[in-house]
Every structure is written in structure tokens, then in C-alpha cells.
């Protein structure tokens, strides 16, 4: 079972649901999803059963609502109600699957009577035996957080032809300048750190240096946008890093005129595309955490995002 995946994909982006007790921002209303554009990614789901290979499926995250993007409902009182949220998803979809500005193929999904689990909540299988669109190879990168099979990368799925990438989000390396400035912001919200001095020694104080703070993802659009992940390297305790603190990638962002301010931290950045048609590209994270799955949603230039927020039990 895993807490963290190397980050080591070309593109990636996220939102939250719980299972036994309700988040906040998962009682937001039902999105009317009959014609607004919905946002999605294509998954592969591994099975329990170590001889089946992972099936494919799209999980439905968000709604075009007015100008703004709605989640669709996550929340659980009990595991009785996996049976009754389907009702609030559409019933059937043909998705156009994108990476990267392209337009990968059409996949159609169907929704379920019922959600399996707390971690399939969203899902609705892909219909037919024809070939899915994939990118690269299987990865653990990219498997659940309780899985411990390979899968494919997920890809965006856009109830529309919408897939187009206006922004050109890129991988670039970031300015000396950018990089100060968010380490100065890493260093004001961890002033202190906790290390050890090999496996088998006790966690104690770290007094940590720049050279500690490594940039693992940097990203630029076309208007002067751009996004960092900084986090602590040199993790040498026995076991994984904690779920949260500063081995946990830390994301800032910085606009046209150079001011950096923090984003959000534990999510990897799955794809960039103008979903909506509005001309501008909106950026998809996908969370991790303990016992967390889901997809997480920038626009409108970071000013707006939106969640969708699910937990595995």
C-alpha cells in the first residue's frame, strides 16, 4: 500500500470525495450535467485478482455550470449509499480522451446501479472491446493507493471535442529568481525539519539548507504563467516520508509579473487544455495522501479552482 508515487511523468494534474463522513465541499449540488460540457479522466482500475489485467474506465469529476466548474456528489453517509449516488451521474457518455493538446479517440461509458466501493465512486466502465487510448507504459506511478499493480497513465476525458491546449503548458526550467522566491516561501512555512541520521536512528531536528530544497517539476505557459513543485530531498529514515511536511512536493505558482505565492502541496499535474472552449487552458492535478484519491481543478488563471475528493474507506 502506498502513501507516495515518483512524480516522474511528463504531464499530470486532481479533487477529493469522502466515504463514511461528508466534506464540505462535496454537498455542493447536483451539476445538471444534460448539456454542460463534464470533465473526467480515463482510468485503468486494477483488479483484487492478480490474473485480471486493469479494466478501463472514466471517472466523472465536474460539471461546466455558468462559468464555473461543479463537482459532482462524493459524499457517504453509509455504504448503502454507493447504491444511490450513481442516480446523480449521467447515464451514458461518449468522451473525447486528450493529452498534451491532442485528440486521442472516443471511448463511451455507461454508469453503474451501484458504485462497488468508496474508491469506485465516479467510475463508469468503458463500453465495447475496441482499443483505449493510452499513453507511454504501465507505471505504479500512476496506480491507486491501494494498489499494487502497474497501470497506465490517465488521461482527460471531455463529454465534447474540447481538448486543445491555447496556454501550451511546458516543461521548462524555471528562472534563479522564481526558484528563490519559492523557496523563500518553503522556508517561511517550514521553518524546521525532522531527519534521521540513517535507518536505523530516531527522527531529530534538521537544520536543512537551499541545496536541500530541490525543484522536481516546473512548468510554463505561453502568457507568462509557470508552476514549480519544490520539496526537501535526502529523506533517510526507515520507511516512507509522512503524508504531509516537507518531503511532500509543495507547488507555487508564479504569474506574468513574477509574484510567487503557494498553490497547494501532494498532487502531480495530469494534463492542461481548454476544457470549456473559453480560450484559456485550465490545469488537472491528481491528489495523493493517505487514504485519498481524486483530482483537483485551476482556471480562470488560478483565480478559481474546484475538488473532487475521494477516500478508499
Same mark, same amino acid.
Given at each position: 500500500?502506498?502513501?507516495?508515487?515518483?512524480?516522474?511523468?511528463?504531464?499530470?494534474?486532481? #479533487?477529493?470525495?469522502?466515504?463514511?463522513?461528508?466534506?464540505?465541499?462535496?454537498?455542493?449540488?447536483?451539476?445538471?450535467?444534460?448539456?454542460?460540457?463534464?470533465?473526467?479522466?480515463?482510468?485503468?482500475?486494477?483488479? @483484487?485478482?492478480?490474473?485480471?489485467?486493469?479494466?478501463?474506465?472514466?471517472?466523472?469529476?465536474?460539471?461546466?455550470?455558468?462559468?464555473?466548474?461543479?463537482?459532482?456528489?462524493?459524499?457517504?453517509?453509509?455504504?448503502?449509499?454507493?447504491?444511490?449516488?450513481?442516480?446523480?451521474?449521467?447515464?451514458?457518455?461518449?468522451?473525447? #480522451?486528450?493529452?498534451?493538446?491532442? @485528440?486521442?479517440?472516443?471511448?463511451?461509458?455507461?454508469?453503474?446501479?451501484?458504485?462497488d466501493s468508496y474508491g469506485d465512486?465516479?467510475?463508469?466502465?468503458?463500453?465495447?472491446?475496441?482499443?483505449?487510448?493510452?499513453?507511454?507504459?504501465?507505471?505504479?506511478?500512476?496506480?491507486?493507493?491501494?494498489?499494487?499493480?502497474?497501470?497506465?497513465?490517465?488521461?482527460?476525458?471531455?463529454?465534447?471535442?474540447?481538448?486543445? @491546449?491555447?496556454?501550451?503548458?511546458?516543461?521548462?526550467?524555471?528562472?534563479?529568481?522564481?526558484?528563490?522566491?519559492?523557496?523563500?516561501?518553503?522556508?517561511?512555512?517550514?521553518?524546521?525539519?525532522?531527519?534521521?541520521?540513517?535507518?536505523?536512528?530516531?527522527?531529530?531536528?534538521?537544520?536543512?539548507?537551499?541545496?536541500?530544497?530541490?525543484?522536481?517539476?516546473?512548468?510554463?505557459?505561453?502568457?507568462?504563467?509557470? #508552476?514549480?513543485?519544490?520539496?526537501?530531498?535526502?529523506?533517510?529514515? @526507515?520507511?516512507?516520508?509522512?503524508?504531509?511536511?516537507?518531503?511532500?512536493?509543495?507547488?507555487?505558482?508564479?504569474?506574468?509579473?513574477?509574484?510567487?505565492?503557494?498553490?497547494?502541496?501532494?498532487?502531480?499535474?495530469?494534463?492542461?487544455?481548454?476544457?470549456?472552449?473559453?480560450?484559456?487552458?485550465?490545469l488537472l492535478f491528481s491528489l495523493?495522501?493517505?487514504? #485519498?484519491?481524486?483530482?483537483?481543478?485551476?482556471?480562470?488563471?488560478?483565480?478559481?479552482?474546484?475538488?473532487?475528493?475521494?477516500?478508499?474507506?
Amino acid at each position: 500500500m502506498k502513501l507516495f508515487r515518483c512524480l516522474s511523468c511528463y504531464f499530470a494534474v486532481a #479533487i477529493i470525495c469522502s466515504a463514511p463522513t461528508a466534506l464540505t465541499a462535496q454537498h455542493a449540488a447536483k451539476p445538471s450535467h444534460t448539456k454542460s460540457v463534464m470533465l473526467g479522466v480515463l482510468e485503468r482500475i486494477s483488479s @483484487d485478482v492478480s490474473t485480471s489485467s486493469p479494466k478501463a474506465a472514466v471517472r466523472v469529476l465536474f460539471a461546466k455550470r455558468g462559468s464555473n466548474w461543479v463537482p459532482f456528489p462524493t459524499a457517504t453517509r453509509s455504504y448503502g449509499d454507493l447504491r444511490l449516488l450513481p442516480q446523480s451521474y449521467p447515464g451514458q457518455v461518449t468522451w473525447t #480522451i486528450a493529452f498534451d493538446g491532442r @485528440d486521442l479517440g472516443r471511448v463511451v461509458t455507461r454508469r453503474p446501479r451501484a458504485f462497488d466501493s468508496y474508491g469506485d465512486i465516479g467510475l463508469e466502465k468503458v463500453l465495447g472491446v475496441g482499443p483505449v487510448p493510452s499513453v507511454g507504459k504501465p507505471s505504479m506511478s500512476f496506480s491507486s493507493w491501494t494498489s499494487d499493480t502497474p497501470v497506465m497513465r490517465p488521461l482527460v476525458a471531455v463529454s465534447k471535442p474540447y481538448y486543445r @491546449d491555447p496556454d501550451q503548458w511546458k516543461p521548462h526550467r524555471p528562472s534563479q529568481e522564481a526558484i528563490t522566491k519559492a523557496r523563500s516561501l518553503f522556508r517561511n512555512k517550514f521553518p524546521s525539519a525532522s531527519n534521521c541520521r540513517g535507518a536505523d536512528s530516531a527522527l531529530m531536528p534538521w537544520r536543512y539548507s537551499d541545496a536541500d530544497i530541490r525543484v522536481k517539476k516546473a512548468y510554463a505557459s505561453n502568457n507568462g504563467w509557470a #508552476i514549480l513543485e519544490l520539496s526537501l530531498t535526502g529523506w533517510a529514515c @526507515d520507511g516512507m516520508e509522512a503524508s504531509h511536511g516537507p518531503f511532500v512536493g509543495q507547488w507555487y505558482v508564479s504569474d506574468p509579473t513574477d509574484h510567487v505565492r503557494f498553490l497547494a502541496s501532494g498532487m502531480w499535474l495530469v494534463d492542461a487544455g481548454d476544457y470549456d472552449e473559453n480560450g484559456r487552458s485550465a490545469l488537472l492535478f491528481s491528489l495523493e495522501g493517505y487514504n #485519498i484519491g481524486g483530482y483537483r481543478l485551476y482556471y480562470r488563471n488560478f483565480k478559481k479552482s474546484v475538488e473532487y475528493v475521494f477516500h478508499y474507506h
